[in-house]
């Protein structure tokens, strides 16, 4: 659980770090899937922690970082706008949103993803990637990186290297700014308030959907995303 998160700048801040370290390189960090509770609800949406990370962005998409000329920066794959849909859901951000309030340098619909991955690579030395859970995104994926590679031996260039992507984000994340310390002491704040309650609150003969129910409101009462 975390307080609601920082401001624009902060986001901006990051990318800009990790782009200094992408010279020549392309990252990408699949969004996971929406999961079906039943029939046409969903569950919660959680988005990849990473993508949240760099951009505070909490809806299903696919994130591109690029170090190389072509469209250098952030690209956002997003979910189109559906004025039907997000009448039960909610509003979503769309194209011009990802630009406008997330900072997206560039921004397609989620379903050109694949494509725009593979323009990435083309000019690419380096490919940090983070795997995903769907194997049918791995897959494209990994037709991505062959399209890429079968055009090397005309120009001389050699294969692409293929990195992890956890490694290099995890190396970034183990040091923390003065915003970033801020919010773990009041996510730590917020989360000894609600045990604190919670054991003064519960007593013999409670359930425990209703120690649940009670952490979860002291949690997203207190700015927790949950």
Same mark, same amino acid.
């Not at 079906?36 to 909490?58: K, M, Q, S, W």
């Not at 604190?196 to 700015?223: C, K, S, T, W």
């Given at each position: ?50 993508? +949240? ?27 189109? +706008? ?6 039960? /859901?909610?509003? +979503? ?15 397609? /619909? ?22 995903? +859970? ?93």
């Amino acid at each position: 659980m975390t307080p609601n998160g920082p401001d624009p700048a902060v986001y901006e801040r990051r990318r800009r770090t990790l782009l200094a370290r992408l010279r020549g390189a392309v990252l990408f960090i699949p969004g996971p899937a929406e999961a079906i509770y039943a029939n046409d609800v969903h569950y919660r949406y959680r988005p990849d922690t990473n993508i +949240r990370y760099l951009t505070g962005f909490e809806e299903p998409a696919h994130l591109v970082l690029s170090g190389c000329e072509h469209e250098r920066g952030l690209t956002l794959l997003v979910r189109p +706008r559906d004025p039907a849909a997000e009448t039960w /859901t909610g509003r +979503r951000a769309g194209i011009d949103g990802a630009r406008t309030d997330y900072g997206a340098d560039f921004a397609y /619909t989620i379903d050109e993803w694949a494509g725009v991955l593979e323009r990435h690579l083309k000019d690419a030395e380096r490919f940090y990637w983070m795997q995903s +859970r769907d194997n049918g995104v791995n897959e494209r994926v990994l037709a991505a990186i062959r399209a890429a590679n079968a055009l090397r031996p005309r120009s001389g260039r050699d294969s692409l290297v293929i990195e992890d992507a956890s490694l290099l984000l995890g190396e970034m994340r183990v040091l923390k700014n003065a915003d970033e310390l801020a919010t773990l002491r009041a996510a730590c704040r917020v989360s000894a308030e609600a045990h604190r309650a919670v054991m003064q609150a519960i007593r013999p003969g409670d359930a425990e959907h209703q120690v649940e129910a009670l952490v979860e409101y002291l949690f997203r009462n207190g700015g927790c995303s949950g």
